[in-house]
T-cell receptor
Framework: EAGVAQSPRYKIIEKRQSVAFWCNPI?????LYWYQQILGQGPKLLIQ????????DSQLPKDRFSAERLKGVDSTLKIQPAKLEDSAVYLC???????????FGPGTRLTVL | AQSVTQLGSHVSVSEGALVLLRCNYS??????LFWYVQYPNQGLQLLLK??????LVKGINGFEAEFKKSETSFHLTKPSAHMSDAAEYFC??????????????FGTGTQLKVEL
C-alpha cells in the first residue's frame, strides 16, 4: 500500500514570506497529524485532525500557522509570515483511528533565510 | 501529561556488539510506548510498540524493548549491531486508551553510530 506522501521535499524561503506544505495520508486513514521537527529535537505535534475536524491544535502558533483538511483526505499546512525559527522538518503522519499506529511521510525540510 | 527522556544523544558501538538505547518515561496514565527509527532525509519508521500486553516487545530488524513499570523505562536493545542500524532513534509515549487522541510525545533522539 502507498505510504504518506508529502510535497515539496525541500523549500527555501526568506523570512516574512509565505509557504505551504501538502500531505496525502494513507488511503482510508481518518486521523492526520502535522509535526514540527527542529534540528536536534524530537518531533512536536502541531495539529491533529480526525476526518476534517481538529482534535488538538494546542501547540500550533495560530498567529502565523494554519492548517486545513477540507474533505477529510489530504491536508495543507501554511506559514504566513515565516520566521527564522520556523526552519525545521515538517512531518505528516496518518493513522486509521485515534488509538492506532501513526505512519509518517518523508517530511518537508524548510529553511528560512 | 507525558514526557520521555532519552539518555545519551550519541551512542557508538562496534559492528556485532550489543546495542542498548535508553528511554525513561513519565506518564499520569498507563502509557503506550514506541520506538521509531529515522534514516537521513526520511520520515520516521515504527520499530516496535508497547500497548499494555506483553512487557517484552519484539520489533523489526531484530530489535526488542522491555517495559519496566517499576523503573519507568522502555530501553531498546539488539544483540548484534549491523552497519545498516546507523540512524537516529526516537522513543515516544502516548496516553493510550485512557489518554485520548493518540498524541505522541517524543524524546530528543539518540544517534546510533556503528563502527567496523
Amino acid at each position: 500500500e502507498a505510504g504518506v506522501a508529502q510535497s515539496p521535499r525541500y523549500k527555501i524561503i526568506e523570512k516574512r514570506q509565505s509557504v505551504a506544505f501538502w500531505c496525502n495520508p494513507i488511503s482510508g486513514h481518518a486521523t492526520l497529524y502535522w509535526y514540527q521537527q527542529i534540528l536536534g529535537q524530537g518531533p512536536k505535534l502541531l495539529i491533529q485532525f480526525q476526518n476534517n475536524g481538529v482534535v488538538d491544535d494546542s501547540q500550533l502558533p495560530k498567529d502565523r500557522f494554519s492548517a486545513e483538511r477540507l474533505k477529510g483526505v489530504d491536508s495543507t499546512l501554511k506559514i504566513q509570515p515565516a520566521k527564522l525559527e520556523d526552519s525545521a522538518v515538517y512531518l505528516c503522519a496518518s493513522s486509521s483511528g485515534l488509538e492506532s499506529t501513526q505512519y509518517f511521510g518523508p517530511g518537508t525540510r524548510l529553511t528560512v533565510l | 501529561a507525558q514526557s520521555v527522556t532519552q539518555l545519551g544523544s550519541h551512542v557508538s558501538v562496534s559492528e556485532g556488539a550489543l546495542v542498548l538505547l535508553r528511554c525513561n518515561y513519565s506518564s499520569s496514565v498507563p502509557p503506550y510506548l514506541f520506538w521509531y527509527v529515522q534514516y537521513p532525509n526520511q520520515g520516521l519508521q515504527l520499530l516496535l510498540k508497547y500497548t499494555s500486553a506483553a512487557t517484552l516487545v519484539k520489533g523489526i530488524n531484530g530489535f526488542e524493548a522491555e517495559f519496566k513499570k517499576s523503573e519507568t523505562s522502555f530501553h531498546l536493545t539488539k544483540p548484534s549491531a549491523h552497519m545498516s542500524d546507523a540512524a537516529e532513534y526516537f522513543c515516544a509515549v502516548s496516553g493510550g486508551l485512557t489518554g485520548g487522541g493518540n498524541k505522541l510525545t517524543f524524546g530528543t533522539g539518540t544517534q546510533l553510530k556503528v563502527e567496523l
